[in-house]
């Protein structure tokens, strides 16, 4: 009987040993593949991606725009280009038996964009990050992930400018738009300035950050995010909601209607304590509810 056994533990041994090298091995041995493809799109440009990341690029030199994909994956773009000026990037991602992946080659997909001018643009990724290296401006711009984090830098969108993701970190230089939406509910949003007409953020545990804000209208609502505004412009009306995070307003020196209330939470405006809520009566509307979260607002 004991022959039997360390004849099995041999097989399976030598198989096991085997696996790791296959493991250990292919990722190396594997080409990376690269594709260059001119796009053409005359309204809106649609990047889809499930693993890879994606960069957008603006290059004057250009004549025409173009994308680059790089992947070790057995993965393909496909481009479409609709009659109604919409061109479509999308990344396929075949099946496979066994795809255990050890390296930490990530996929890229870069756009390379004759201008800045980029009409409607809709940025959609599972997994990959998303990040420009160049200002962009656009009509209406859209921006999706589920757990990449999105890096961003100067974004102007004529109309609305959407930002929504589940567990990815936000980072962005500077934001000018009429509508500005941010949706997310375990990643960090940190912009540096934003320009608006309307800016809306909700969030659950993510912490929200923000130097400077100048909007006719501001709204954010969260649960257990920290909440930090500062040097705060805004003309006809603050609503800023939370059940635990804290919240720290920067804001500018003028008169406010000020409707402050917390369950358990401190009150402090201008280095002075308060209980439970504080009200006031004339001024551009302030609303801020906290269930057990702090409240720090200093003018």
Aim: net charge negative; proline share 1%.
């Amino acid at each position: 009987m004991r022959i039997k056994d360390t004849k099995a533990n041999k097989i399976f041994m030598l198989i096991a040993l085997i696996f790791i090298m296959i493991l250990v091995f292919s990722p190396k041995l594997a080409k990376r593949n690269t594709s260059e493809q001119i796009i053409k799109y005359e309204k809106s440009l649609t990047v889809e991606s499930i693993s890879a990341n994606i960069n957008i690029w603006v290059d004057d030199s250009l004549k025409e725009a173009k994308v680059v994909y790089n992947t070790k994956e057995n993965g393909e773009l496909d481009i479409t280009s609709k009659s109604n000026g919409e061109t479509i990037i999308e990344e396929k991602v075949k099946n496979k038996l066994i795809n255990i992946k050890f390296d930490n080659e990530t996929p890229t997909i870069s756009v390379y964009l004759p201008t800045k001018e980029i009409g409607d643009l809709n940025i959609k990724s599972i997994s990959g990050r998303i990040e420009t290296f160049s200002d962009l401006r656009g009509k209406d711009i859209y921006f999706n992930t589920t757990s990449g984090d999105i890096n961003l830098l100067s974004i102007a969108a004529e109309d609305k400018l959407e930002i929504k993701t589940t567990s990815s970190d936000i980072s962005i230089d500077n934001i000018e738009a009429k509508k500005v939406e941010f949706i997310t509910k375990s990643g960090s949003i940190d912009v540096d300035n934003i320009e608006s007409d309307n800016l809306s953020l909700s969030s659950i545990s993510g912490d929200i950050d923000i130097s400077s804000i100048q909007s006719d209208i501001l709204k954010s609502s969260s649960i257990s995010s920290d909440v930090e505004f500062d040097n705060i412009n805004v003309n006809d009306s603050i609503s800023i909601t939370s059940v635990s995070g804290e919240i720290d307003l920067n804001l500018l020196d003028k008169e406010y209607k000020y409707k402050i209330n917390t369950t358990t939470g401190d009150i402090s405006i201008n280095n002075k304590e308060y209980e439970k809520s504080y009200k006031t009566d004339k001024g551009t509307p302030l609303d801020v509810t906290s269930v057990s979260g702090d409240i720090s607002i200093t003018l």
